[in-house]
């Protein structure tokens, strides 16, 4: 095939993709194979189109979704997540660690006493819908600074405590990024929506806000945030739930 031939049927193949729905996905290797090859392209041609650090489009309170859909997990059943959101999270401790000087146990209480940052953005699924909110949180680019990023660490993976098909011992939502959108002025851990305490269907206690990356790399119900030099072995190897799956791992929009 020639190269332009391939890329319409690439683009045709990747926007097949994109409007299924988030639990329905092809696993023909072919089809697995063009979505990886497409989304090489996508992160190249974005990062070199676009500056590190370009922002994504930001709203007016008037402009918020009456009625922000909680989307994927909204009620984790997983009885350490369970135990602590029975004691409203006091007990709750965000871990940073892996390839860090400097590993962090935070409290909410730690991660709202440092400068909080607010932001009113579009949330886009992979579903086809869109939903606007004001989010509230500290940037992760602070907490990874505090913890002093060892030279190899390459990407930034999020351990959830949500297993979808709710079994306690069932595979749990993860998500990873790299070092550029991890640093990006707009990526920050949310702790509240809206002005008001992150509710559990959004992913209480914290969760990721990943501003230019499509809805399913935003992980709800963080626990760990870990500085690796490689996904490669966590879960299918492909950095997130949905990869794992056929999904894009850069899912930039
Ligand atoms: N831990 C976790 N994070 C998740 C999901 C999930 O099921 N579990 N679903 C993802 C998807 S597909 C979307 S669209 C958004 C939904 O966020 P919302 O529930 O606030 O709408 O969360 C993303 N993050
Ligand atoms: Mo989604």
Known sequence: ?????????????????????????????????????????????????????????????????????????????????????????????????????RPLSLSLADLRARPAQSQITKHDCVEGWTSIAEWTGVRLAALLDEAGLKPQARYIVFHCFDALDQREDGERYYESIDLIDARHPQTILAWAMNG???????????????????????????????????????????GGYWEDRGYEWYAGI
Not at 8 to 14: I, P, R
Not at 22 to 45: F, I, K, W, Y
Not at 72 to 80: K, L, T
Not at 206 to 231: M, N
Request: hydrophobic residues 40%; charged residues 25%.
């Open 1 to 101: 095939m020639n190269r332009r031939r391939w890329l319409t049927g690439a683009a045709a193949t990747l926007g097949a993709a994109l409007v299924s729905a988030c639990d329905r996905v092809t696993n023909a290797p072919s089809v697995r194979q063009a979505l990886r090859m497409a989304e090489g392209l996508t992160r190249r041609v974005q990062r070199l189109i676009l500056p590190r650090e370009a922002l994504a489009p930001t709203y007016d309170r008037a402009d918020i979704s009456p009625d922000f859909r909680p989307n994927g997990s909204i009620d984790p059943q997983a009885s350490d997540y369970l135990a602590l959101k029975a004691g409203g999270f006091a007990d709750y401790r965000l871990v940073v660690d892996g390839l860090v000087e």
């Open 196 to 238: 008001r305490t992150l509710a559990v269907p959004h992913g209480a206690p914290l969760r990721l806000r990943v501003e230019r990356q499509i809805g399913y790399k935003h992980a709800k119900y963080i626990r760990r945030i870990e500085a690796v030099e490689s996904f490669a072995h966590l879960g299918g190897g492909r």
